[in-house]
């Protein structure tokens, strides 16, 4: 990597940083001005060195030293703080709440691929969009598994941080990001000429830092964090920055995103390639893959470049879950261009899952919130891509039988995605002759109602509607994120309450005593008002949410919106019947029937209104009403159907593409068809929409450019 110093400029900041070492006294303003800039200088270049090169050239006391000889000269003349201080990295100042912003380009996913056949189609690809003539080089650098943080400077300083959130707009967390010593609080892009930037990056934990945290958790009788991915993500999103120092978070950076004149005219164009502007980074002091990055002269170089990383990934000081493979060439990048999910040209090579063998010790059976039984493999402790893992859904009876899976098998794990763990198979070859088959329970384990299979499904399902252990998984699904998100509101506390006898219906949720609440060991007051808040807060929810949070079988995230977009109160879907509730977009006869079963029943409104009268919203709001159809649209009261293989975007994006400029989409040639949109391979329906004779057959430029027009 390219030194940010020259070799004498090094030289000269650990003279300096000696003879501050011998300073004693507090000197008048104008010599302390002079002595705070120096300590600003040489404090960020032992920064530099100790987290971004990881070659310290001064001891932790020393560098401690410098840092407490600067506060206390801030602390003598506080006119001298300045925001790029060091010691400003960790303000006192935190919010209640992160706020949410706009990044200044969407920060997108990335394609994946899994081996090197992967990687030549994507090659061939990289050629039809380019037209170029092969090979073409790529920079390859590894997938870290982090917290994606997007970083903005403004004349040559740090004005904000978020995390990546929806792609479009994130969470800001400034704060946090400016307590990070390897994120420059200052940095010469002007030399550039750049007035405003947004950088790429990822925030992570070292893993010898990782075990150290969790060891030092446990002695502190914390809760251990489960692995080096959580531990950064969560750290970034916590109020206090002073979690990020404890847990010692680096960035990396690995993209210049947007980077404008203060004319606001775009000058990425002095970077000819990734691999430069990464460089330029690296000089001005942020913490770049080195080592692990390449420029690869082809396809093939980089795909062995990326086996290498999967072999030696365990002995790396981060955790990684791939390489990305970025066409290098910037000019060749905007020929790509990008879809609505991913750039076309980067693809992530994502290594293979890691698996292990362990032994199935047991089964245990939990009871969801609408009476499903789910089947829990306890498993000897194995760790799997650093993480432990000792229970496993094993999801129904079918998956059992499927597998011929026995209690004291050998069996192999894998963590599907890096993700979630997942039983492969039994290593039946293994067996002694000592395993047992499993047998699935006849009788619900919390109420023994006898289990019930229904025709067509896979699941068994206890019917007590008022069975314990529904109820519970029923009252913790709706204070859930997901539903009425009523923070801070978990497992422990509805398990609580509801053995003091407190909560035992969705009402109770809203009439909680909190003066008894704050008596409680381990709550006090304070926890007390925190939830009272957080309840209050909730009932001005949605009315979807709400929908959602009834445990209504089949009734989703997704369902609940479509509901709550068609009536004015969410009683009022009292008044509709299965077949009206069937004729809304997207809504199956399964959901419709439990929908319009749980509207007719008499406690259910009941409940409603019992929640409505403790102040729960049952109106919908303005953000869920339905969007008014386009009149005026470029293909106004058209019908358009497409086929074959698009370059540009995904068929379904164009479809959306269509629908919002006033057409709707069919599912086959007809005579009602207006418009068929061919791709690539189009089949057997453009044959028939030329035999019809009526259609007007566009290719997806000509779509473009009609959408163009509108």
């Not at 409505?612 to 005026?632: C, H, I, T, W, Y």
């Amino acid at each position: 990597m390219a030194a940010q110093y020259s070799t004498q400029k090094q030289r000269e900041l650990y003279d300096l940083s000696k003879e501050i070492l011998t300073h004693k006294s507090i000197p008048d303003k104008p010599e302390a001005e002079t002595e705070v800039n120096q300590l600003h200088e040489v404090i960020v270049y032992h920064e530099w060195r100790y987290y971004v090169l990881n070659e310290p050239v001064m001891s932790d006391f020393e560098y401690d030293h410098l840092y407490k000889r600067l506060e206390a000269l801030e602390k003598a003349y506080p006119t001298l703080i300045s925001e790029s201080s060091p010691t400003q990295r960790v303000s006192s100042d935190l919010s209640s709440d992160f706020e949410t912003v706009a990044h200044l380009i969407p920060m997108l996913s990335l394609d994946n691929s899994y081996n090197a056949e992967d990687l030549g189609d994507f090659d061939q690809q990289i050629q039809k969009l380019t037209k170029a003539t092969p090979p073409f080089e790529y920079c390859v650098e590894p997938k870290y598994d982090g917290g994606s943080i997007a970083l903005v400077y403004e004349n040559d300083r740090l004005v904000r941080a978020a995390t990546r959130g929806n792609g479009t707009t994130g969470e800001e967390i400034t704060r946090n990001a400016k307590a990070m010593k390897t994120i420059p609080l200052k940095a010469a892009f002007s030399k550039f000429g750049i007035h405003k930037v947004e950088l790429r990056g990822e925030v992570l934990i070292r893993v010898d830092r990782f075990k150290k945290v969790n060891e030092q958790r446990e002695k502190n009788g914390k809760s251990i964090l489960a692995n080096p991915r959580n531990a950064a993500t969560g750290a970034l999103r916590v109020k206090n920055p002073q979690e990020v120092v404890d847990r010692s978070l680096e960035a990396f950076i690995y993209q210049l995103g947007y980077a404008v004149d203060k004319n606001g005219e775009n000058v990425l164009d002095q970077f000819p390639t990734h691999d430069e502007g990464i460089e330029a980074l690296a000089n001005l002091g942020f913490k770049v893959p080195t080592i692990e990055r390449k420029v690869c002269a082809t396809i093939e170089e980089a795909a062995a470049f990326c086996d290498h990383w999967q072999q030696v990934r365990d002995d790396y000081a981060y955790e990684i879950d791939g390489m990305v493979v970025k066409v290098n060439r910037i000019d060749l990048q905007d020929m790509c261009g990008y879809t609505s999910h991913h750039p076309r040209w980067a693809i992530a090579y994502k290594f293979k899952a890691k698996q292990a063998t362990t032994k199935l010790l047991n089964v245990e059976y939990q009871v969801g919130k609408i009476g499903q039984i789910t089947p829990v493999a306890k498993l000897k402790p194995v760790s799997l891509a650093g993480v432990t893992v000792s229970s496993v859904s094993l999801h129904n009876e079918d998956f059992i039988t499927q597998r011929d899976l026995r209690l004291g098998d050998t069996v192999l794990v894998e963590r599907a995605g890096d993700v979630i763990p997942y039983i492969v198979k039994a290593m039946d070859e293994l067996r002694d002759g000592t395993e047992l088959p499993i047998v699935y329970p006849a009788a619900c384990p919390s109420c023994s109602s006898a289990l019930v299979r229904i025709e067509g499904e896979s699941v068994w399902k206890c019917e007590n509607y008022n069975c314990k252990a529904q109820i519970l998984r029923r009252l913790e699904h709706h204070v859930s994120k997901n539903a009425m998100d009523i923070d801070g509101f978990g497992e422990k506390y509805v398990v609580r309450f509801n053995e003091l006898g407190w909560l035992t219906r969705i009402p109770d949720v809203y009439k909680l005593d909190y003066e008894a609440i704050a008596n409680l060991e381990g709550f006090g007051k304070r926890s007390a008002d925190k939830l009272k808040k957080a309840i209050d807060k909730a009932k001005g929810n949605p009315i979807s949410r709400l929908l959602y949070g009834f445990s209504i079988h089949l009734v989703g995230k997704t369902v609940g919106k479509i509901f709550a977009a068609e009536v004015e109160d969410i009683r009022d879907l009292k008044d509709w019947s299965v077949e009206q509730l069937m004729e809304l977009k997207d809504i199956g006869p399964k959901a419709a029937e439990h929908t319009a079963a749980f509207f007719a029943d008499p406690e259910n409104i009941k409940t409603l209104d019992e929640l409505a009268a403790l102040g729960v919203n049952m109106k919908r709001l303005d953000s869920e009403r339905k969007q008014a159809p386009v009149l005026d649209g470029a293909l106004s009261g058209k019908t358009i159907l497409f086929t074959g293989s698009f370059q540009t975007m995904k068929r379904n994006d164009a479809k959306a593409l269509a629908v919002a400029a006033g057409a709707k989409a069919l599912s086959a040639v007809s005579s009602n068809l207006n418009i068929l949109v061919v791709g690539e391979k189009a089949g057997s329906k453009l044959k028939k929409a030329q035999a019809l004779g009526t259609v007007d057959i566009l290719t997806e430029e000509e779509f473009l450019k009609v959408l163009e027009n509108n």
